[in-house]
């Protein structure tokens, strides 16, 4: 069943066969070839408390990972595309893990494990194109190090249905296509149109599907609740599970694509309450490496 074909991936250490092995899960979903979305006696085995990982990246504490700069050299186009390589990778194990964490216990329906096979897929075709335009720079998965605080937010949400899909889904989902546009331009502005062709006319239209899908799935959950209503528990549960305000600049335009307008998220850039820490995200999703006023923080043009 797919639960069960979704543990595989989440077991598997390697992410390039993580990858290869979402896109056989994938076409054989498709193909019907696997019938059930869940085994119904209960029997699947458990989601994996974390995500299996081989030993071949580094992975230092958040905060503590090179800079990645404007993009003007070749050692900073590398370090973009690296850090969103190691994105894509812990995007693919979010995607199954969704599936096996929640999709048996919440009963959710087909369409449901549709959705996000589908962006499983995606996130390891993202994986691989970019693991092998990394490659063609003349770098490679590894050659830098890595936090893991995609994970680490995960582990946040990882007894609610709602509140995984209203920080991993949403919340992070959106942060990705807020940058998108400014790494895009820094790779411009540095010569590398390859790699701006195929994060912006690739990776990043899928990207707003995969935000839709998590707002389509926390509306799901809201069934026979009042618009207003929805919106509000959405702004209560990210401020329960998300650490500090979120921060613009924000893509309005991508985000209204994916149906996240601004009643969604703008409430939420006040803050509640002191703020002790703030989210640790990949340094390509940060704000920071997008702003249009931030200097070069590595120091390479």
Known sequence: D????????????????????????????????????????????????????????????????????????????????????????WAVDLSWDIIA?????????????????????????????????????????????????????????GSSLEARLAVEHCVHEARGLDVVPQTVQRLRNGGDHESATLLGDIIYKEEITHCAAGLKWFKFLHHGQDHDTIVQSFHNIVRQHFRGPLKPPFNDEARAAAGFLPEWYLPLTIKTVPETRSECLPEGMNSAVVSKDAGDESGAQ
């Open 2 to 89: 797919c639960r069960n074909a979704a543990v595989r991936v989440l077991c598997t250490e390697s992410p390039f066969d993580k990858a290869k092995l979402s896109e056989e899960i994938a076409q054989r979903w498709y193909r019907g070839e696997i019938p059930q979305a869940y085994c119904l006696d209960g029997t699947d085995p458990p989601a994996p408390g974390k995500p299996s990982r081989d030993n071949k990246v580094e992975v230092v504490a958040c905060g503590h990972g090179k800079k990645l700069g404007k993009g003007g050299s070749l050692a900073s186009r590398q370090a973009i595309i690296h850090s969103l390589v190691h994105i894509e990778s």
């Open 101 to 157: 964490r929640f999709g048996a216990s919440r009963k959710m329906p087909r369409e449901f494990f549709d959705d996000f096979v589908l962006v499983a897929q995606e996130e390891a075709k993202h994986f691989t194109l970019l693991n092998q335009r990394l490659e063609e720079m003349g770098s490679f998965y590894g050659a830098l190090p890595v936090h893991d605080g995609l994970w680490e937010s995960a582990t946040e949400t």
